[in-house]
């Protein structure tokens, strides 16, 4: 499908949110069950969840018609539902309405964050193909997945530049999420907690549960050190001791999250196992914009978007990790200062504008080149 040049770029952002996400977010908006569709995906975009990932309203700002979906938020998908006079058996199939959607915008670019879900064999299936598909990965892909109706797949990682052509991608592209500018982090926050770690835990985070127990055991002073405050916001924390899940206080996610880290001293980022620790991983992004001081894996790459030492801090055993969380609790002038050069460094170089600017470029380089 041709893009006629009388008419902007459709561009459409399928996105699948966590399960537990969407039931906190849905649980703390009642009034949502009666709004239209276009107020939940309004109300799921200002939360902020994946705001780094999400893309249309920066392309809608550059004049594409753009517009997200989202696949398994079942009350929005309902609500269009009913709003198109369509029906479909209970438990809505997010999958079987995507399909449905896309078929109807006629999207010119559509671009999957889960492409595992949303393979080829989804895409054959659709009426009328894209222009332009697009997948985003940031972890391994699973056996089996087909990707030979993609045209790109984008992700931060290296190792997806090897794995997806094996999968059948035609391309790879690297893409760096971006922090929203309509988050504005406070300039003196109130700090109320020590160390925060906020996150969750997959089958490809074996050092993450190691560490956050180190990080937890040094808490209590086990290692013959100074104790400190030390909280969790996970959805599940049953792999821990029972002691140890009692410092969780739940999830916190989007806006609520990204305030939460810049109020906490030190924030802990530990990457995902299978890809060598490489960044930037989200929450690198997250918690630099959100004014929080951040504390992540050592690599070489990280220099190449922030400072270890100026604008972070880097760790590259439990034992460093430690000892600095020590050191910075103890030096609070100098975690300050670190915290805000990395503030500044996020909005000047890691922005979502920024980011969606050269996505942009690169789809319409895309397009061009399948024009010619």
């Given at each position: 499908m041709a893009v006629p040049a009388d008419r902007p770029?459709?561009?459409?952002?399928?996105?699948?949110?966590?399960?537990?996400y969407l039931r906190d977010f849905y649980a703390d908006r009642p009034e949502l069950q009666s709004a239209p569709y276009a107020q939940h995906i309004e109300a799921l975009l200002d939360d902020g969840f994946s705001g780094c990932h999400n893309l249309s309203r920066e392309m809608?700002?550059?004049?594409?018609?753009?517009?997200?979906?989202?696949?398994?938020?079942?009350?929005?998908?309902?609500?269009?539902?009913?709003?198109?006079?369509?029906?479909?058996?209970?438990?809505?199939d997010g999958v079987l309405v995507a399909a449905m959607q896309i078929q109807m915008f006629r999207p010119d670019v559509v671009y999957f964050n889960?492409?595992?879900?949303?393979?080829?064999?989804?895409?054959?299936?659709?009426?009328t193909r894209p222009s332009?598909?697009?997948?985003?990965?940031?972890?391994?892909?699973?056996?089996?997945?087909?990707?030979?109706?993609?045209?790109?797949?984008?992700?931060?990682?290296d190792r997806t530049f090897t794995e997806a052509p094996r999968f059948g991608a035609r391309d790879v592209q690297r893409h760096y999420p971006g922090f929203p500018g309509d988050f504005h982090a406070e300039d003196t926050p109130v700090y109320e907690r020590d160390v925060i770690f906020s996150g969750s835990i997959t089958g490809q985070h074996v050092s993450r549960v190691a560490?956050?127990?180190?990080?937890?055991?040094?808490?209590?002073?086990?290692?013959?050190?100074?104790?400190?405050?030390?909280?969790?916001?996970?959805?599940?924390?049953?792999?821990?001791?029972?002691?140890?899940?009692?410092?969780n206080r739940g999830s916190l996610w989007g806006n609520t999250m990204l305030r939460a880290l810049g109020r906490s001293r030190i924030t802990i980022n530990i990457a995902v196992d299978g890809f060598d620790v490489q960044p930037p991983n989200m929450r690198v992004i997250e918690a630099t914009g959100a004014g929080a001081f951040l504390m992540t894996n050592a690599h070489p790459d990280l220099s190449r978007f922030f400072s270890p030492g100026q604008e972070l801090e880097t760790f590259?055993?439990?034992?460093?990790?430690?000892?600095?969380?020590r050191y910075y609790l103890a030096h609070d002038t100098e975690r300050r200062v670190i915290a805000k050069q990395g503030h500044l460094r996020c909005l000047k170089d890691h922005s979502l504008v920024a980011s969606a600017a050269r996505f942009r470029a690169m789809i319409e380089n895309k397009l061009a080149a399948k024009k010619a």
């Open positions: 770029i459709r561009f459409l952002q399928v996105v699948t949110s966590y399960p537990a809608a700002r550059a004049g594409w018609q753009a517009e997200t979906i989202v696949t398994n938020a079942a009350p929005a998908q309902r609500k269009w539902l009913a709003e198109q006079q369509l029906t479909l058996p209970e438990p809505v889960e492409i595992a879900l949303f393979d080829s064999h989804f895409l054959r299936k659709l009426p332009l598909v697009v997948g985003w990965r940031g972890f391994g892909i699973p056996a089996g997945t087909d990707l030979a109706e993609y045209d790109v797949i984008v992700s931060s990682f560490l956050l127990q180190l990080i937890w055991r040094a808490s209590r002073g086990d290692d013959g050190g100074q104790p400190f405050g030390f909280e969790l916001f996970m959805p599940d924390v049953s792999m821990f001791p029972a002691e140890m899940r009692a410092l590259g055993n439990g034992d460093e990790l430690i000892a600095k969380i």
